[in-house]
């Protein structure tokens, strides 16, 4: 494809060229993802007040949080982020099979993800531990142990809906390929769903520890 | 435009992401009281700086990129800083 055609075929108004249009959509989507970072800082917050007002109760919920398999997820989705890498890399050089190949990859450990978020959710309901009237677990700290397992619910729920959108944008992605669309020369979608897709990753690398590894050490 | 970039570095930083992991599990279940938080804190930040200084590399070529995402943080810390400010000071009142 000449550069003409290209040109042609992605430059959208108000854009003069396509580096510039490429370089707003990537501000776009930092500046996104600065919001998303206050958007989760708001349960970042509150689990750090509860976690300081009631450490005991805190590291009695963290034990019965299920942490071979939040363990078994966290690598998952590192895994599914060194995909969506190598699907932009593979792009940049113009390999669009292949980067079809890997979007499909990483949206396939997303899938599996959420999977095995469901299992855990299952196994946690079934143990009493869902907020409100589902909420059986009795104890000194049962109250604690509830207000953990709300913020754990509303935590983790929220990051698997970011997932979810982020799977629905990796499908939008392959599906846009196949009707012709991203080259080597413009990609700003891919670059711009892989950092997002990146973001969600780094949002569960740190729920992980202050969710599953809470209260291992005693 | 077509260049071949080296895919080693993705690699090296999924390794590392593992291993990081794996460090975070086994110093999870350590005895260290308080320095368990600072040590998976500090674990966490270490994987999520591999994330964006690898991972995000391509889409990291505006500096303005860097002022919005160092903006969301800060103000993370605002947060984050003046409600623990009140919390720490005054939690022996509130807890009996």
């Known amino acids: 494809m000449t550069e003409r055609h290209i040109v042609e075929k992605e430059l959208a108004e108000p854009y003069a060229d396509l580096r510039h249009q490429k370089q707003t959509a990537n501000l776009g989507v930092w500046a996104f993802l600065s919001t998303e970072v206050l958007f989760f800082s708001g349960l970042l917050t509150?689990?750090?007040?509860?976690?300081?007002?009631?450490?005991?109760?805190?590291?009695?919920?963290?034990?019965?949080?299920?942490?071979?398999?939040?363990?078994?997820?966290?690598?998952?989705?590192?895994?599914?982020?060194?995909?969506?890498?190598?699907?932009?890399?593979?792009?940049?050089?113009?390999?669009?099979?292949?980067?079809?190949?890997?979007?499909?990859?990483?949206?396939?450990?997303?899938?599996?993800?959420?999977?095995i978020k469901i299992l855990e959710y299952y196994k946690e309901i079934g143990e009493g531990l869902l907020p409100g009237v589902f909420f059986t677990y009795a104890g000194p700290y049962a109250h604690t142990v509830e207000i953990f397992f709300f913020i754990y619910f509303m935590a983790t729920g929220i990051h698997a809906l970011h997932l979810s959108i982020g799977i629905g944008a990796l499908f939008f992605l392959i599906w846009r390929t196949r009707c012709g669309s991203f080259t080597a020369e413009y990609h700003a979608g891919v670059e711009g769903v892989g950092l997002y897709w990146h973001f969600v990753d780094a949002v569960w690398v740190f729920i992980y520890p202050l969710i599953y590894l809470l209260g291992r050490n005693t | 435009m077509t260049r071949a970039e080296p895919r080693r570095p993705l690699y090296f930083a999924?390794?590392?992401?593992?291993?990081?992991?794996?460090?975070?599990?086994?110093?999870?279940?350590?005895?260290?009281?308080?320095?368990?938080?600072?040590?998976?804190?500090a674990i966490a930040t270490a994987k999520a700086a591999i994330i964006i200084a690898i991972f995000m590399k391509p889409a990291r070529e505006l500096r303005l990129g860097w002022v919005f995402s160092l903006g969301g943080i800060f103000f993370l810390l605002i947060m984050l800083g003046l409600t623990g400010a009140d919390y720490l000071t005054r939690a022996q009142d509130l807890v009996p």
């Open chain 1, 46 to 115: 509150a689990y750090s007040v509860y976690r300081f007002l009631y450490p005991q109760g805190f590291a009695e919920a963290g034990r019965h949080t299920e942490v071979l398999l939040g363990s078994i997820n966290t690598g998952v989705l590192l895994t599914s982020s060194l995909f969506m890498a190598l699907a932009v890399h593979a792009i940049r050089s113009g390999a669009r099979r292949l980067m079809m190949l890997f979007l499909l990859i990483t949206a396939l450990l997303g899938l599996a993800f959420l999977g």
């Open chain 2, 14 to 41: 999924w390794a590392a992401l593992m291993s990081l992991l794996a460090l975070t599990i086994f110093g999870g279940y350590l005895k260290l009281g308080g320095a368990n938080l600072f040590i998976s804190v």
